[in-house]
């Protein structure tokens, strides 16, 4: 025999931890994205400010005098560029394509993407180094070329400030991450308790010697437990109905039987000592103790738990006219007619064969065992609109109004029905049934006699 595979399912604790994990970090990863996209851009526009400021002020030096461009080079210009990393300044003022000051081999603009006074900012190399350039386009009167002033610093300082900002940010998330985890497990613990304590309440019924099926007390529960709780409840108080019914019907059963076989053993040991009329008596307590056990065990179907049985189509004469068969023996030893009225058409209802035969018959059982010797049962088969039944009538003393209150409790034995021979269980054994398939049951009393009615939608 191959062993079964260990269970691999995660515990909740794990599944809820884990869910909650994974959209923290993804959020703190896009976050991170986000804030380093936002900090390179912020670095990059604030450089370009200085770059520009210090652009400006070059810019405004450029004159012409007596038909030639001059220019004074103020100190502030470059002072505003310098820094902590000791960036490279570099700088061009051309006129056309002739050089007036600065470095030659600065990356020459395009001068047709460039607009008048209007200030430019491109990445370039020079001297195999990584350089923001910032240049204007000026025109000058008296001056046919175009004025190009161009300034540029190395990317040392910017980038070191990205640097910082991003470690920053980095270490902030990691420390709200961090946080967030430590919270977390305790958070879990908190919000489990309730489930724990569902848990302990549940298995605490195990320590007991016997079942416990009250419902479970487990203080109060979040909305989303409460329904597990109830459904829970729910079973033990079906299992309670269950072994309650089990428990009456093992009592009755024993209390009912103890008579017959009591009744037994006195015959069987007259009849050792010679008595003729011995044998009769253990043939009729033997009888009595079969249809004990044939009542206790149609009960016993009739009260079978589980899903409703399979509806059918079932012809109620031939029902009727099955239960007549059966029950006719036991009418001519009583003296009882037996008659059946039903139509001529069929008759068709939605039901279950064998439970609605145990109907109709312990019905005309009960019609005939409690009847007047020369009496009459009469078996009738209905049909009124999108409902049909079958109704069992009988003319002997009937009963009050208090006993039918009470028919249907199992071995009730009524004032009728003293003297009688019986089990107190036909009735009961009518209402189960019915129960089950979904018919409804009526009692009438006809004085003299009684009807009793079971109806069902047709099929």
Do not use: C
Not at 160 to 178: H, N
Not at 360 to 366: A, E, F, G, I, K
């Amino acid at each position: 025999m191959s062993a079964e595979p260990p269970d691999r399912t995660l515990a909740l604790r794990t599944r809820l931890f884990g869910a909650m994990l994974g959209p923290l970090l993804g959020v703190a990863i896009l976050l991170g994205l986000a804030g380093a996209t936002l900090i390179t851009d912020v670095v990059r526009r604030s450089g370009d400010r200085v770059l520009g400021g210090a652009l400006g002020a070059i810019a405004e030096t450029v004159q012409v005098e007596r038909g030639r461009v001059t220019l004074d080079l103020p100190a502030a210009a470059f002072g505003m560029l310098d820094n902590s990393e000791r960036d490279s300044i570099f700088y061009r003022i051309a006129v056309g394509p002739h050089l007036l000051t600065g470095y030659r081999d600065l990356s020459p603009p395009d001068l047709g993407a460039m607009e008048l006074d209007v200030p430019r900012f491109r990445y370039a190399r020079f001297r195999d180094q990584d350089i923001r350039i910032a240049e204007v386009r000026r025109a000058l009167p008296g001056v046919s070329g175009p004025v190009v002033i161009q300034i540029a610093e190395t990317l040392e300082y910017r980038r070191a400030v990205r640097r910082r900002l991003l470690v920053a940010l980095a270490v902030g998330e990691l420390a709200l991450v961090g946080m967030a985890l430590l919270l977390i497990r305790p958070a879990l613990g908190w919000s489990l308790r309730p489930l724990a304590r569902l848990r302990m309440a549940v298995t605490a019924r195990d320590t007991r010697a016997a079942p416990d099926l009250s419902p479970i007390r487990a203080g109060p529960l979040p909305a989303e437990l409460k329904p597990l709780a109830a459904a829970f409840n729910n079973l033990l108080a079906r299992l309670d109905t269950a072994t309650a019914g089990v428990r009456r019907f093992t009592a009755d059963a024993s209390h009912q039987m103890r008579t017959p076989l009591s009744v037994l053993k006195v015959q069987v040991a007259l009849a050792r000592r010679g008595d003729r009329h011995a044998l009769d008596e253990i043939a009729e307590a033997a009888d009595r103790l079969e249809h004990l056990m044939t009542q206790l065990l149609a009960l016993a179907r009739a009260d079978e738990a589980g899903a409703s049985p399979k509806l059918e189509s079932i012809n109620l004469r031939e029902v009727a006219v099955a239960v007549i068969n059966r029950r006719i023996g036991q009418a001519l030893e009583a003296g009882i007619e037996v008659t059946l009225e039903a139509p001529d058409e069929e008759v068709v209802v939605a039901g279950h064969r064998t439970l609605l035969f145990e109907i109709v018959s312990n019905l005309l059982d009960n019609a005939i065992r409690y009847n007047r010797r020369g009496g009459l049962a009469v078996v009738t088969v209905e049909h009124a609109g999108s409902r049909a039944g079958i109704a069992v009538a009988d003319d002997g003393p009937g009963l009050s109004a208090a006993d039918i209150e009470q028919l249907g409790q199992r071995f009730l034995r009524l004032s009728s029905s003293q003297g009688k021979q019986g089990s107190g269980l036909g009735f009961a054994i009518v209402r189960s049934a019915a129960q089950r398939i979904g018919a409804d049951v009526s009692v009438t009393s006809t004085r003299p006699g009684l009807r009793v009615s079971v109806t069902l939608p047709t099929g």
